[in-house]
């Protein structure tokens, strides 16, 4: 019984600390977000919703050129090296 109370007590607390370090992840990301421009948090978000840079920039009357160059600053500022970071961190 102490051993069944004690385990219970131990995967309380990695539960917490796992818990924990989402919530701290989640907030290094929204303190990133909070550093990109309006413009790049609008590519971001076009990104990470699956559209394409041609899409992008006709969507906010940019060049794709533009749009690239936003898609990379947001990228590096949310340390973020694939597009498939970027969206699981736009997912959080």
Do not use: C, P, Y
Request: proline share 0%; glycine share 8%.
């Amino acid at each position: 019984q102490d051993q069944d109370m004690l385990d219970a007590v131990l995967a309380a607390i990695e539960r917490d600390r796992q818990r924990r370090a989402v919530d701290g992840d989640i907030s290094k990301i929204r303190e990133r977000f909070g550093t990109l421009t309006a413009r790049e948090q609008q590519v971001m978000l076009l990104v990470t919703e699956g559209k394409m840079n041609k899409q992008v920039a006709g969507d906010l009357g940019i060049s794709e050129i533009t749009a690239k160059i936003h898609r990379g600053a947001a990228m590096r500022k949310m340390g973020a090296r694939t597009l498939a970071d970027l969206v699981r961190m736009a997912d959080m």
